[in-house]
């Protein structure tokens, strides 16, 4: 019969290398998002955009050092989902940042029972090795995804799009916040072709196509489509008569959105 003692340290090692998986899955994500999007400018940022990133950095850094340092790395993470949640108490209950302030939690409660020794009616228990492989085969293959849902343009296994009757025709609407409103008109063909114009640009090169692969849909990531054309890319999705477009031009840090619909 297994004694209290020895079911806590099997706990608090599955506990631990559960924390330390999902930890690091987490972090690698952040720091993915960060390298792809690029840091925020923090000098010009205030006080309170500055301390919120500055507390998720410390959220997802807290979970690396664990590695480590178990109960310190815990501390740090719960520490700073403190500072988050104090800066804005709206974030708190929100679950992605509730998730890795978890994982701290599961470090400084394991770290402390591990650190008070294994059971002393037997020897230490360890997770098997085939489970520690297996475990970090399925976040290397998590990591991958992320990564090409990222930084893939498309994504690899993005299907091709076959516009359907709905899709196709001409699209009318005006820019989100930009003057008086300038008129944008896309218009869609059968092939995937898009002519019209953005303003008083005329859209040249135009096609439209999917812009994620089954993963990104799962995560809910991206728009559904994606229209490039020479100069601009305009992320898009569409529901029923109406389309919902994100539109960026080329060498320009701002975008701008637009609903358009179907005329």
């Avoid at 025709?169 to 869609?188: A, S, T």
């Amino acid at each position: 019969m297994m004694t209290l003692d020895a079911a806590t340290w099997r706990v608090a090692v599955v506990g631990r290398w559960t924390a330390r998986i999902l930890g690091t899955l987490m972090a690698l994500f952040f720091l993915a998002f960060v390298v792809g999007e690029g840091p925020p400018p923090l000098f010009k940022l205030g006080w309170r955009d500055t301390l919120e990133f500055v507390g998720m950095a410390g959220l997802f850094f807290g979970l690396l050092l664990a590695w480590k340092w178990e109960r310190c790395g815990g501390l740090v993470t719960l520490a700073s989902f403190a500072v988050l949640t104090a800066v804005n108490w709206q974030i708190g209950p929100e679950l992605i940042f509730l998730i890795p302030a978890a994982a701290g939690a599961m470090h400084l409660l394991c770290g402390w029972r591990i650190a008070l020794g294994p059971s002393a009616a037997g020897a230490a228990w360890a997770l098997p090795r085939t489970a520690l492989w297996i475990a970090g085969a399925a976040a290397g293959v998590f990591i991958l995804l992320c990564a090409n849902e990222m930084f893939g343009n498309p994504p690899l296994m993005t299907p091709a799009l076959r516009p359907s009757p709905g899709m196709v025709g001409r699209w009318y609407g005006l820019l989100d916040n930009y003057g008086p409103g300038e008129p944008v008109v896309f218009q869609i063909s059968a092939d995937g072709e898009v002519s019209g114009h953005i303003g008083a640009t005329t859209v040249t090169g135009g096609r439209i196509g999917n812009d994620r692969s089954w993963f990104g849909s799962l995560m809910h990531w991206r728009e559904p489509y994606e229209i490039r054309g020479k100069g601009f890319t305009a992320g898009a999705s569409i529901r029923g008569g109406e389309m919902r477009a994100f539109i960026c031009f080329s060498g320009s840090p701002t975008g701008w959105g637009a609903t358009l619909r179907k005329q």
